[in-house]
Structures are given as C-alpha cells and as structure tokens.
C-alpha cells in the first residue's frame, strides 16, 4: 500500500472564488469569464454590463489593460490565455461610451449607492484627475458626495492622455469616459495647480472635509552616469506627453532609449512614425489631429535595456510590434556613459551584463569589465521608472512619505493625515491602470468611512445551481487563440491611425468558446458514492484520485471535518492498534484544479448522481457599521 501522503485544502467561499482565476486575478474582480462566456453565446448587452459594472473605465480596459486576467487564464495552462481583453473591446464599442451616451453607461455600474446617506453633500477634494482620482470621484459622487477634482494640466485623464501612445488609445474615447464620471455631477477644474492656484489650506477654507491625493508619477527617474546632463538628454516620459498634446519635438535622426518595459517601447514606438506639424490650440483637437506630431524625424530607433531578450517584462506583442516597426533591440547591454561632443549628445557606449538579478532573485546588476559597444545617438531618452512631483505637498508638514511616494495604509489608503488619503501610482508606485482603478475605489470606501464615522463590512455569500445539462462546445480544446488583427507596419506611420482592429463577430464568438468555464465547478456528494473509481477511469486529464483518509496529510480544518463526519479524531485514523472498520470509515475523492479542463466526463459517468457539474455565483452585500 502507499504511503504517500496528499496535502488538501478544504474548500471554503473564497476557494470556490479563487477557481474562477480570471475574476480572482482581476484587482477590481471583474467577472472576465462571465462576458466571455456571454460572447460566446451571442448576448453581448449581457457582456457589456458584466464589463462595465466594476470598472468605470471599462472601454479603456478593452484597448490598453495590462490584462492581469489573462496572467491568470487557466487556459494558459493549457496552451495559451483567453484573449480577454480583446473581448471585453469587442462589446463597449457596441455598448460602451463609444457607442453613444456616456452617461447611459452609469447606470451598469455595482458601486454602491446610499440614497439615505446623512453625509451626502459633504465636500471632498481630488488631487489629480487620472484614473485613480477619476475613479474615486465616480465612487463618492454615487454615495451622493460633492467632488471637486483639481487638476493642473488643460485635460483629464493623466496618463491615460500623456503616457499613452495615440495609435494605441483614441483621446476621444478618454473623453467620452471622462464625461460620463462627469455627469454624475463631479465638478472638474482644470489648469488648477494645487499649491500656487489654490492651496491645500484653502481648500479647507473652502468647506473640503477630505482630501484625496491622486497625482500620479509625473516626471522620469534620472541616470546618474557620466554625461547624463548633456544636450540631447531627455525623459522618455516627457517626451510622450509631448508628443500625445501636439508639441513638436526634434529628437535628430538617431534616437536611443533605455529600458526595457512596456513604456519604453511606447517611447521607441513613437519615435518612429510619420513626422507631421500641430496647429491645434485644444489638446483634445490635436490629440485627434492627424498633423499631430507623431514622428520627430528619427531614421534609427535603438532600445538598450538591462535584460536578455527572454527576461524583458515589456509584453510580448509590444517587442514584436516594435521590431516590426523597425526599433533595434540591444539585450543584455547596460548604459555606461553617454557619448557627448561640445556638450550635445553623440552616442551611447554601453557595456554587456552578466546578470540581471543576484542568486536570491534581487535585482542587482553585474557587468563585464570590458566596455561594449557604442551606439551613435543625437537623442539619448530615459525610460527606467517614474518620480513624483510633491512641491505641493508643502503645506502638509506631517504627511509621511518612504520612499519617494505618499506612506499609506495599502489597505484603506489612509495616510499619516486623518482627513487626507492616497491612491494611485503617487501612493503605490507604476502599476497597471486597473490597479489605479482599484485603489481608487478602496480610497472612496475610507473616505465613506471617515465621512460617516463607520466601518464598512462587507458579507460573501456563494450558490451552487445546477443547470439542466452541462455541456462545452464540440472541439473547444483545439481552438487557438487568435489575436487581434493590427494594420501592417507601412501603414502605423500614417499620422495617428490605431493599429489594433476589433474582432469580427465570428472570429470573437469562437475565442470566447475557448473559455474553461471557470464557475462551474466538480461537487462530489459522499452519500452516493459507491466508490466504483469510474469518474477517475474517465478523467482525460488525471485530476482526480480516491484515496483512503489515512494517506490524507492532517490539518485543522479536516481534522474537523472528519471528526464531525465519522466521529473520529484525524490523528487516530493513523494508528496502528486502532480497529480495522475505523481506519477504512471512509475515502475521500480528491481533485487538483489546476488540471480540471470541465469536460464534465466524470459525471456523466458516475451511475448514482454522486458528481454533479454546479455553477457556483458569489454575493457581496456591504453594511456600514
């Protein structure tokens, strides 16, 4: 007999939640697998309003997400992820602010609402009108709050409008999601510099009783090598905000960036395309400009970064779109010093690295002795990480900060302030726009919190129904996945085209067909079982084992289990003088979920009913106390 002995996990609300991967890996736990399922079956209104009722910013998920859902895909185990975000744009163009009144869009949205909120009316302030300002302020203005967010450029939106390339974000699409936050009522005053225009003092002046701080990164770190001052420097972050408001900017014709990252590809990328001439005197007009300064001449676009091909963290489809486009890759290079000559930039002499990260995982960069190649550059642009401004923070003298960002509660984004907070990238530093949205919303929960003196409890309760016949579509294990069409690499560099195409109806049904169906989960009933081993004869994957309890690895919780289900303490079941009925009380049919593939071949064949395929919902109900 065996004596290996399985580790289980007992399952619990949150483990039937953490199986539906996509939803779990989601910070704002959007049901990625309930629209795609949706899609799949051709009810793409149902789809839309899934999308759309976490995230406020749900058609800009659908073009430029970071997509952690897909990280999570369980199909990814198999061959390749769900192309999810894709899916989620293929229904807000029919449904989404895009397809006509973004203020009908609201009305799809979970977050709360209080209609007896006492508080309602109370003034709270935003600093910074990006995603995770935005966000919060469409939170607090649904509980009935008056929002007021201040914002120093001449647009919302933040990165959304200056970090994003425009071949991959249409600015108008910004708007029209900016607009239908705005038609709950949330007042937005732009060209509004906190700290010269109006001071955090005054805004308490003014009857403000909270205050969130939502400023993003908004300059680039520097490099501290030789001839990093010279002419012909600059910020690779600057340079996209110059670029998406309409400023020309001459980069000569030779261009290195360094880094390696998703942005330093955003910064590549836009070097390379058409040059054009902005005349716009409203930066949404030249955001949709096809004049706008796109190209700045650059015949060559290099990109030095630290990583080997294989290690770069920027997406794959970026590296291949990039190189597609003509940027030149140097891996495994690091910056040594920049080549200058009277001042202005020359080249970039670089030198081979041995290692990336040291053996306990950290990074911390080795290099050969010997100095490596120099590449000739007239601009040399800074894409390694982002900084903030926090010169107007002066009034806030007991504010903390660690590290170069606001300290806060990562739980409830409090701060060292009682009536300030913190989210967003000023707090947490560069993360994924879906993880601004989510900070923002546990912003306006402690600002709710605070407002009114409470805690807000939040109560989960799961269900299991069981559908009349379970069933996957024929062959949906030998569908690939297919990407997105893109525009050929000629035509990226006409003026400000986007480059990704929407899914044609067909081509969106059958991804979505691909979808494991996460929600619907194996359940196994003991009193019916005959132990006949005939789901695990059936399994075409292997997931599943009977097993005597006594090759069952001991904890507290099955411990408890057992003991309320047989009498017996778990430690007895191992006993050597214990009675022989007692050590064969019972088996235990285990599952690895990980290998599940919902086929539902098991309980098809079990003869007593004992396997049932079962949709599981979760419900979340929030009480303030």
Known sequence: MSNRQFRVEIPDIEYWQRQIKCQWGCPVRTDARGYVVAIAEGRYLDAYRIARAPNPFASICGRVCGAPCEVECRRGSIDEPVTIRALKRFVTEKYGVESGDPAATIAFSTARRDPA???????????????????????LALLGYRVTVFERDSFAGGMLMTGVPVYRLPRDLVRMEIDAILSLGVELKLNTAVGTDITIPRM?????????????????????????GADGVIHGIDFLKAVNTGRPVHLGERVVVIGGGNVAFDVARSAVRTPGRSSAQDFYEAADSSRMALRTGAKEVHLVCLESREEMPADEIEIREGTEEGVTLHTSRGPLRIVTENGKVTGLATRRVKSVFDASGRFNPSFEEEPGETIPADTVMLSIGQSADFGFLKDLPDLRMSRGLIEIDPATKRTSVPWVFASGDVAEGARLFINAVASGQRAAVSIDEYLRRGTLIEERTGQFTEPPGHTM???????????????EPPERFAGTKIIEQNFEEEVAREQGERCLKCHIDTIFNGDLCILCNGCVDVCPTYCLALVPLTQIASEPRLEEALLRRYGIDAPDQRRDDIPAAVRSAGSAMLKDEELCIRCGFCAKRCPTGAVTMEHFACQHQFTLH
């Open 117 to 139: 909120n006492p508080r309602a009316g109370t003034k709270v302030a935003v600093i910074g009108a990006g995603v995770a300002g935005m966000t919060a302020a469409h939170d």
């Open 473 to 487: 579509t024929p062959g949906y294990l030998q569908f690939d996945r297919v990407n997105p069409p893109v525009i």
């Open 204 to 228: 308490q002046q003014e009857g403000f009783e909270a205050i969130l701080i939502a400023s993003g990164l908004q300059k680039g770190r520097d490099l501290s090598i030789e001839g990093s």
